[in-house]
């Protein structure tokens, strides 16, 4: 049998190269930027397997231009970039990283929750712009979390760790999902499942942590936006297009919610200029998992998936 060619379509952590070289011959992109369709399709002729990132689309195109191709083995836990389908078709395995990144990600969008309801963002900008400033009983004054309700939107497993976090923080916890959790994980988080209406019309704060599929398109939009509480803040550390961006800038600036802390945008790279001036907007750029841990889990366990199925094994974490 002849040595299987794994092409890397972006720089991965060395732990995660070092497993892919001990079972083939690798081909890695070597730079942050995206990869050139040209150099992509190139190197994608005689590959057995393709270690993707989020940001590559693995769509009939790059199919067509990996006719040997096995596997995909995507490192992350979304996987709205890879069609599945057409991969399904074509008999190629797709696999992501979920597990290993759950806490970085709760951790991430818990950060996000007391900056954006502690007013960090706007009290570092003050001092950064210099601007003189004198300790005052009401100053910059924000919102406690004790008492207050979160709502979770698709409790997986980065919405229990949220959950679990949130509940340390004295919040009491409601969440959506397709399927009631487990009896032992509600009793644990004291949560409970309510109706998508229920959830944004008496959550303080709103978090995202559904995956992202035409189903969640826009499921944030401006009627469920007008149906939060005035006082109340969005956290989206799932996917940018399950908000309607430009209706949140507009929620944002009447005041119809409190505010928002993102990580993730409708088009990324861009952010929505609306969302750069506003003051009660956290923002920063899809941090989720970016911990030098968790990218080095990432990378291995996207590295082990390619190692099982070029042995014939089963995936660990198979989509399809
Ligand atoms: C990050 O956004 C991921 O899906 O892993």
Redesign the pocket.
Known sequence: MSTPRIVVTGRIPDSGLEILQSIGEVWAWGDDRPIPTEVRNAQLADATAAVTL?TDQVDVAFLAAAPELQLVAN?????NNIDVEACTARGVTVT??PGV?TDA?ADLAMGLLLMVTRRLGEGERLLRSQTPWKWGMFMMLGTGLQGRRLGIVGLGGIGVALATRARAFGMEIVYHNRSAADAAIERQLGASLVGLDELLATSDVVSLNCPYSPATHHLIDAAALSSMRPSAFLIN???GPIVDEAALVSALQDGTIAGAGLD?FENEPEVHPGLIDLDNVVIVP?L??ATVETRGA?AELAAKNVAAVLAGRAPITAIN
């Not at 490192?75 to 996987?79: F, P």
Request: hydrophobic share 45%.
């Open positions: 989020l490192v992350a836990v979304g996987y992501n990283t990144l990600t550390t799932a996917r993730v899809h989720g998992s990432m």
